[in-house]
């Protein structure tokens, strides 16, 4: 409540691009942010057990070998902030800070009166934290700090300025004369075909965003040892770029059988400094990396922070990760707004775990009138077994700690997907996608791995922008998502990534 | 000695019954083609034990796995529970596994059901899982076995399980299902302890027990809350980490034990890391009410040269730990 009134003076004297990003929110924010600010405050609770105080771990009587190094001194403290007045961080005091942190409190939003998430981290009956209890007090650790510091401004302030002058944000929203030509019907009539350029990133893929926002948060829970999971390479790659960049131990998690695939990542990570560990158990590949990077955090916790890379898993990493590529979606609408002085009406993008979808929808979730679409992968067709289609074929289940869809067999057991693409061969997707997926928010359709190499082509030929094969998935969409759009609808595509890492698979696909 | 003769008849009549029965479970995978072969080195393996004092055998699935403890601590004694993954190298090695262990003088013993992805889970005990896997295991294979041999033993089983088999089977399908095969309780390590009111629920209905786990870095408050609902007894995680033979215990789990037993008068036993008889004796020492061992045992069994041996080794090493227990 001190918030609201501190919302209204919206007067800021800070720089320029505050300014400008403080009045912009207020402006599309002011409804949502009540509206939502009011749902989540309803619902929110505080800490998940009978516990009510988070206990203090410094003076804790009995020595537990995990005591916290936490900057900050946490007291009586709730799940979801409210700006304690024992929390010795610093607090922003001008209207600046103020938008910013009502826009992490009204970030999560909510939808059909749920929040996504609520305080024990699920999104409807999804989400949650399924994880042995060895991880719990690491989770709450993780997202009182993560709270913490959506207050903090002077973390705010350094991650912008690694995403604008590191990362090279803000990334272009391209229109795509050719491609928009290439769907226009005889009587030339057609949508208008935008790309996000997430390609653009530094290390080529958006994966970036969220990478380097939690090799900040580790810095500041004074973890030194960073662990991640990766399937294509892409996040493997965009760790170890962080790592290297904060001077971090890190130790990267890879399938056998990926690493194969994507050599040229994982000589990537090694010239970057990391350690990249091949996994052999299972399938060999990304959930079994999971699996095996959720196994070293168990041994590790004290340690090691895990940079998830994908919405999936444990709470709070949907909703953090989901947190730190919404600056995707934020900026498509500002850029949106510019070009054609409205909103996308169709957004697409590819899904494997789900990350660079929801950084795109979350912006939007609220916006009723703008079509949510992912595209998963069918790898050799739906009916073949040989797929990662796990919102359309799969059924709910627990992995890697999240309550979702997932591909399982009659027993429980975790199926070995496939797809041409690395980075879509996950049985398993965030919560927050089966959470949009059961309310008809979002649409969910899968593409074949010969559908998803035509595209990889055509993008190529038409643009001249080689795609990952994982963003090809989306655009292969376009082929039968196009023809039933009415004239001049605004179609915004995640370009998610590029696909240099891919031609050598393409090589022994495509002839050229 | 006339109600020892007839339970080695009842012995020799189950061994009889495995080899004119069409099994009901995968053998192929035996290295060992021929079913008599294996069974009559084990019938006589079992003969050459000592025999348990038979007046006090019970059927393993009328006692529950409280009341193990309580009869125990009322004897002065610690539990010895030894732990093995159903199904490796096949379900019939782990019917006669459960029959050495249960004769070795095990006072509960805990039975994997095998995942594809255990979280918690260190090299041995996931191998293990991989190799029951492949051989074609099925939870349904795991019921009929349970069905077959419970009645045989006299301590009761504890089931292990993740968490995503128990929801695909539904939790009470499951629940009520491992119940009619005799199992008295359940591990489940993957669900947070906010979330196991359906389970224990279900569980109660169907006499089951819900052990719960506390760790090191479970917070004083979470753990009294984690302890006043745990069923059974109170699984203290003794490591930070995931199961696997450890070479020292963790020098914590004396002050942990004590910080438990402050909050609880249920039974704790402490689990993760014990590989060795002298290990064992030390958290007797500490005050723990229960010894939970498992990879070093898996690795015996599972990693044996043939699963003949491998019940002879276990036989052996079970009893080691038995030993120093006494």
Not at chain 1, 251 to 264: F, N, V
Not at chain 2, 47 to 76: C, H, M, V, W, Y
Request: charged letters at 20%.
């Amino acid at each position: 409540m001190v918030l609201q009134s501190k919302s209204q003076d919206l007067i800021t004297c800070r720089t320029l691009v505050h300014f400008y990003v403080a009045v912009l929110q207020k402006f599309l924010h002011s409804i949502h942010s009540f509206l939502s600010l009011s749902n989540s405050m309803a619902a929110s609770t505080s800490s998940t057990t009978a516990c009510k105080t988070h206990p203090n771990l410094i003076t804790a009587p009995l020595s537990k070998p995990y005591s916290s190094r936490l900057p900050f001194k946490f007291r009586k403290f709730n799940s979801r902030a409210t700006a304690p007045s024992s929390i010795s961080c610093t607090l922003a005091r001008d209207s600046a800070a103020a938008g910013l942190r009502m826009d992490s409190q009204s970030a999560n939003g909510s939808l059909a009166g749920l929040p996504r998430p609520d305080s024990f981290g699920r999104y409807g009956k999804y989400g949650g934290k399924y994880v042995p209890e060895t991880l719990m007090h690491a989770l709450t650790e993780l997202e009182t700090a993560f709270h913490a510091l959506a207050h903090d401004e002077d973390f705010q302030t350094e991650l912008n300025g690694i995403l604008k002058d590191y990362v090279g944000r803000e990334t272009p929203l391209y229109f795509a004369e050719r491609l928009t030509e290439h769907y226009k019907r005889p009587n030339g009539e057609g949508p208008h075909i935008y790309l996000k350029r997430e390609d653009l990133n530094h290390t080529g893929a958006h994966k970036i965003n969220n990478a380097v926002a939690q090799a900040l948060l580790a810095k500041k829970l004074g973890k030194k040892r960073i662990i991640a999971e990766t399937g294509a390479g892409q996040h493997g790659v965009a760790t170890a770029t962080v790592c290297a960049r904060f001077g971090l131990q890190c130790i990267i998690y890879m399938g056998a059988q990926d690493m194969e695939r994507q050599a040229l990542n994982v000589f990537r990570m090694r010239l970057l400094g990391a350690e990249v560990r091949g996994v052999h158990a299972g399938t060999a590949t990304l959930k079994d990396a999971t699996s095996e990077a959720i196994r070293d955090w168990v041994t590790n916790v004290e340690t090691t922070h895990y940079i998830l890379g994908s919405v999936a898993g444990p709470h709070p990493y949907p909703m953090m990760v989901r947190d730190f590529h919404k600056v995707i979606g934020r900026e498509t609408r500002k850029q949106a707004l510019e070009k054609w002085g409205g909103k996308p009406d169709v957004l697409v993008a590819c899904v494997g775990g789900g990350s660079n979808a929801m950084g795109l929808f979350h912006e939007f979730v609220e916006d009723k009138d703008v079509r949510l679409i992912g595209v998963e992968a069918a790898g050799f067709g739906l009916d073949s077994g040989k797929h990662a289609a796990t919102l359309t074929k799969g059924d709910v289940g627990v992995l890697h700690g999240a309550m979702s869809y997932l591909l399982q067999d009659e027993d429980g057991q975790i199926i070995e997907p496939h797809s041409i693409s690395a980075g879509l061969d996950y049985p398993g997707v965030g919560p927050e996608h089966s959470f949009l997926k059961d309310l008809g928010r979002a649409e969910y359709y899968s593409i074949t791995d010969d559908e998803a190499l035509e595209a990889f082509k055509r993008l190529s030929r038409l643009e001249g922008i080689i795609p990952a094969l994982e963003t090809s998935h989306a655009l292969a969409y376009l082929e039968k998502l196009c023809p039933t759009l009415p004239d001049g609808t605004k179609v915004v595509l995640n370009c998610s990534g590029r696909g240099d890492k891919d031609v050598h698979t393409a090589i022994k696909h495509l002839k050229v | 000695m006339a109600i020892l003769s007839s339970l080695k008849l009842t012995t020799t009549s189950g061994f009889l019954q495995l080899n004119t029965k069409k099994p009901r479970y995968p053998v192929h995978h035996l290295p060992s083609p021929s079913q008599t072969a294996l069974n009559f080195p084990i019938k006589k393996l079992l003969d050459e034990l000592n025999p348990r004092d038979t007046l006090t055998l019970t059927r393993a699935s009328n006692i529950s796995i409280s009341q193990t403890f309580t009869k125990l601590k009322s004897q002065g004694k610690v539990a010895f529970i030894p732990y093995i993954t159903a199904g490796d190298p096949d379900l019939s090695t782990t019917i006669q596994a459960l029959k050495v262990l249960d004769s070795c003088g095990s006072d509960v013993i805990e039975l994997g059901i095998p995942y594809s992805d255990p979280s918690l889970d260190g090299p041995v005990i996931r191998a293990s899982a991989s190799r029951s896997l492949a051989g074609g295991t099925k939870f349904n294979n795991i019921i009929s076995m349970l069905e077959d041999v419970v009645s045989q033993l006299s301590c009761p089983i504890t089931l292990f399980s993740y968490y995503n088999p128990i929801i695909k089977h539904g939790i009470e399908n499951f629940m009520s299902t491992i119940s009619q095969a005799g199992v008295r309780g359940l591990v489940v390590p993957d669900v947070p302890f906010e979330n196991t009111q359906r389970l224990r629920n279900e569980a109660t209905k169907n006499n089951v027990e819900l052990v719960l786990l506390t760790t090191p870095t479970t917070t004083t408050c979470r753990m009294k809350d984690i302890v006043r609902a745990s069923e059974g007894f109170v699984y203290l995680v003794s490591a930070v980490g995931v199961t696997g033979a450890r070479p020292r215990v963790n020098e914590q789990v004396p002050s942990l034990l004590r910080e438990i037993k402050e909050a609880t008068n249920k039974a704790v036993a402490v689990g993760f890391g014990l590989s060795k008889p002298e290990h064992v004796k030390q958290v007797a020492e500490w005050g723990a009410d229960g010894a939970i061992v498992g990879s070093a045992i898996v690795k015996v069994l599972g990693e044996a040269r043939s699963p003949l041996q491998g019940l002879r080794d276990l036989d052996t090493f079970a009893k080691s730990f038995k030993a120093a227990l006494l």
